[in-house]
C-alpha cells in the first residue's frame, strides 16, 4: 500500500513569489494535515481538512493557506514569500477525523526562499 | 510556550542497552500521545501511541510510559539497535477537544553504538 506522497521533493523561489505544494493521503483516509518543521525548530502546526473542508489552522498568517479536493488530496498555497518561509513542510494523513487515529507523514517539500 | 517539552536534544546508547527518551507537557488537557522516528530526509514514522486512560502501552521492542499526575511520558527502546539510531519526536493532542491536532516535542536524537 502507497504512503502519504508530497510533491515537488524540492522547492526554490525567490521571496515575494507563491509557493504550491501537494499532498496524497494514503488511500482511504480523508483527513490531511499540514506542519512546518524550520531550520532548528520543532513541527508546527498548519492545516488539518478533512472531507474537503478546513477543519483547523495553526498560528501561521492568511497566506498559508490550502483547499482539499474530492479524491482527499491536498495543496498548500504559501503567497508573498518570506525568506522565513523556508522549511521542511510535511503532510501527514489520517483515516478519519475521528479522536485516536495516529497521523502517518510523508517524506515533506523541502521549500528555499531566495 | 512550549507546550510539549523534550528536554534532552541527544542521546547516546550501547547497543543491546535500554534507550529511555523523556518527554514532559504542560496542557492538562492532552489526552493522547504519540511517538515519532524520524530519519534524515523522510518523514516521521509513527511509532506507538497511548491514550491518556492507559498507563503503558508495549509493541515488540518499544513501550510507552503516562504519569499524568507529572505530565511525563517515556519511551522506552529494548534492547536497542544501530538501526534505532533517528530522531525522536513525542507529540501530543486535545483529542476529545480540538481534534487531531497534534503539538510536537522539539525530539531527540538518539544515538545506538554497536
Known amino acids: 500500500e502507497a504512503g502519504v506522497t508530497q510533491s515537488p521533493t524540492h522547492l526554490i523561489k525567490t521571496r515575494g513569489q507563491q509557493a504550491t505544494l501537494r499532498c496524497s493521503p494514503i488511500?482511504?483516509?480523508?483527513?490531511v494535515y499540514w506542519y512546518q518543521q524550520a531550520l532548528g525548530l520543532g513541527l508546527q502546526f498548519l492545516l488539518w481538512y478533512d472531507e474537503g473542508e478546513e477543519r483547523n489552522r495553526g498560528n501561521f498568517p492568511p497566506r498559508f493557506s490550502g483547499r482539499q479536493f474530492p479524491n482527499y488530496s491536498s495543496e498548500l498555497n504559501v503567497n508573498a514569500l518570506e525568506l522565513e518561509d523556508s522549511a521542511l513542510y510535511l503532510c501527514?494523513?489520517?483515516?478519519?477525523?475521528?479522536?485516536?487515529?495516529?497521523?502517518?507523514f510523508g517524506p515533506g517539500t523541502r521549500l528555499t526562499v531566495l | 510556550d512550549q507546550q510539549v517539552k523534550q528536554n534532552s536534544p541527544s542521546l547516546s546508547v550501547q547497543e543491546g542497552r535500554i534507550s529511555i527518551l523523556n518527554c514532559d507537557y504542560t496542557n492538562s488537557m492532552f489526552d493522547y500521545f504519540l511517538w515519532y522516528k524520524k530519519y534524515p530526509a523522510e518523514g516521521p514514522t509513527f511509532l506507538i501511541s497511548i491514550s491518556s486512560i492507559k498507563d503503558k502501552n508495549e509493541d515488540g521492542r518499544f513501550t510507552v510510559f503516562l504519569n499524568k499526575s507529572a505530565k511525563h511520558l517515556s519511551l522506552h527502546i529494548v534492547p536497542s539497535q544501530p538501526g534505532d539510531s533517528a530522531v525522536y519526536f513525542c507529540a501530543a493532542s486535545e483529542a476529545n477537544n480540538a481534534g487531531n491536532m497534534l503539538t510536537f516535542g522539539g525530539g531527540t536524537r538518539l544515538m545506538v553504538k554497536p
Open positions: 488511500s482511504g483516509h480523508t483527513s
Open positions: 501527514a494523513s489520517s483515516y478519519d477525523s475521528s479522536s485516536y487515529n495516529e497521523q502517518f
